[in-house]
């Protein structure tokens, strides 16, 4: 079982930056691919980002390309999700997950284990 906490949101303004950042519990961290959602005020749970689990391969959703990068460090059980140039349309609760086994799905039933989310508000 795979217990995860984010941390790093907060209140920016338009075109700021953030860290998000996922640590997880657990000694087989290594072996899930891992993926951030996000889910703003009367909207669903959207994805994101996914990194899969070696780190060698990543995915994005075409809103956040250019402006988003995931990455990973295996040595620390910590999954990353640098924010930059953001927008009052990014804020929502950001939410980091993990599913174990190959490749990058991108729907939410593929992920086992969720944190409780990290709230990132973006001010025009």
């Known amino acids: 079982q795979v217990q995860l906490v984010e941390s790093g949101g907060g209140l920016v303004q338009a075109g700021g930056s953030l860290r998000l950042s996922c640590a997880a519990s657990?000694?087989?961290?290594?072996?899930?691919?891992m993926v951030w959602f996000r889910q703003a005020p009367g909207k669903v749970r959207e994805f994101v980002a996914a990194?899969?689990?070696?780190?060698?391969?990543?995915y994005y959703t075409e809103a956040v390309k250019g402006r988003f990068t995931i990455s990973r460090d295996n040595a620390k059980n910590s999954v990353y999700l640098q924010v930059n140039n953001l927008k009052p349309e990014d804020t929502a609760v950001y939410y980091c997950?993990?599913?174990?086994?190959?490749?990058?799905?991108?729907?939410?039933?593929?992920?086992?284990?969720w944190g409780q989310g990290t709230q990132v508000t973006v001010s025009s």
């Open positions: 997950a993990a599913a174990p086994g190959v490749g990058i799905p991108t729907r939410e039933s593929a992920y086992t284990y």
């Open positions: 657990g000694r087989t961290f290594s072996i899930y691919t």
């Open positions: 990194i899969s689990a070696s780190g060698g391969s990543t």
